[in-house]
């Protein structure tokens, strides 16, 4: 009786608990694409900015729950990750709760004087449309064993002044510390861009790649530099002695090339992670569409077929032609029945057009330079 009891009231609260959930996410299930349009018509404007900081999180759960909700009052938007060993941050913010957002920045111990790395540009998309905050085991997937080196042995900064002087120096290699789709629509003069889709493989190839080269002075570069602060201590550990890297990332290289009046050596669009996709450096374009490999583009989109969903970059004659899918195949499975597309997609791998098996489409010409 007594137990029975207990799990009516536990079962009970359980279901109250679901409830509230549910309701305080009734925003958010609303489709993405409804989502999306009403974040971009709120007329509300917002500031695209990122940061990280390796900081010991006691508790990143608690963290997490302040945080959303500090953030989601004040109508923030991103993508975060929250980990033991830090925090990673790509996020907009209402202009007019920017006081509040940065008071409260400067409240938590965890967060006080962390720079902020404000958006080259805004563009017309929004960068990001809802909150989302995730507790991870790192801050950058790296796959590496962090209590098999040390961590804290990271290489010192170059300005973006010293970032020129590396590029023309031929006893330096800079050594784009990106994906090679990132690196593909823009990267430094004269880089090396290793041919990689993820951070872990990059850590797993550098070094063996630069081991000819590991006399030269070394600037590793990164989107916005906390790739970098791992790169580097990972690079010193694995006997290369001159390790540097660039601070604040291409982002800071930006602003700092305007403000000081310097040279620009960074040809091309930056990469980012949000709706937004990539943000001009210069008004250069250097890589070209990868359905035709002819006209040049530096815009990515995704394929229509949601079952293929590929990143590839495309020419107004291609999206007109195969209309916004990245080849035939594609346009002509997404006209077959709902039906049928499930059953091929899930049930039948062997039918799957190519497409289907990768998630970006690759180029076929030389990325920076060769080692
Ligand atoms: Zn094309
Ligand atoms: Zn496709």
New binding site residues.
């Given amino acids: 009786m007594y137990i029975y009891l207990f799990f009516t009231i536990v079962w009970g609260l359980r279901l109250w608990v679901w409830l509230g959930i549910i309701l305080a996410m009734k925003n958010d299930l609303r489709p993405r694409g409804e989502r999306k349009k009403a974040v971009a018509e709120d007329g509300i404007k917002r500031v695209t900015f990122s940061f990280y900081k390796y900081v010991k999180i006691a508790d990143p759960i608690a963290f997490r729950d302040e945080l959303l909700e500090k953030w989601g009052e004040l109508g923030c938007f991103g993508r975060i990750y929250v980990a033991e060993e830090g925090i990673n941050a790509q996020m907009n913010c209402p202009e007019a709760n920017w006081q509040q957002f940065d008071a409260f920045m400067k409240s938590k111990p965890e967060l006080v004087g962390i720079p902020y790395k404000i958006a080259v540009e805004e563009g017309d998309d929004v960068s990001f449309y809802k909150l989302t905050i995730k507790v991870k085991d790192k801050i950058v997937a790296d796959g590496l064993d962090d209590d098999s080196f040390d961590v804290t042995n990271t290489g010192e900064y170059l300005t973006a002044k010293e970032m020129n002087q590396y590029i023309d120096d031929p006893d330096a290699l800079v050594v784009d510390m990106r994906n090679i789709y990132e690196a593909e629509v823009g990267h430094f003069e004269g880089a090396y861009c290793p041919d990689v889709d993820t951070f872990r493989e990059e850590l797993a190839i550098v070094p063996e790649k630069l081991k000819v080269h590991k006399n030269k002075k070394i600037a590793l570069y990164c989107t916005g530099g906390i790739r970098c602060e791992k790169a580097s201590a990972w690079m010193k550990h694995n006997g290369f002695n001159d390790v540097k890297h660039l601070k604040g990332g291409i982002i800071d290289y930006k602003h700092q090339v305007e403000r000081e009046g310097l040279e620009n050596k960074f040809h091309g669009k930056n990469f980012v992670f949000d709706e937004r996709l990539g943000e001009s450096i210069n008004d250069d374009v250097i890589s070209y569409c990868h359905l035709c490999s002819k006209n040049k583009s530096d815009i990515h989109y995704h394929?229509?077929?949601q079952?293929?969903?590929?990143l590839?970059l495309g020419c107004d004659s291609c999206l007109e032609k195969k209309q916004g899918?990245?080849?035939y195949?594609?346009?002509t499975?997404d006209r077959l029945p709902e039906k049928m597309k499930k059953i091929l997609t899930h049930n039948n791998y062997r039918n799957k057009?190519e497409?289907?098996k990768k998630h970006r489409l690759k180029s076929k010409r030389q990325i920076g330079i060769e080692i």
């Fill in positions: 394929c229509k077929n079952a293929c969903h590929a590839f899918y990245c080849s195949k594609c346009m499975f057009p497409q289907f």
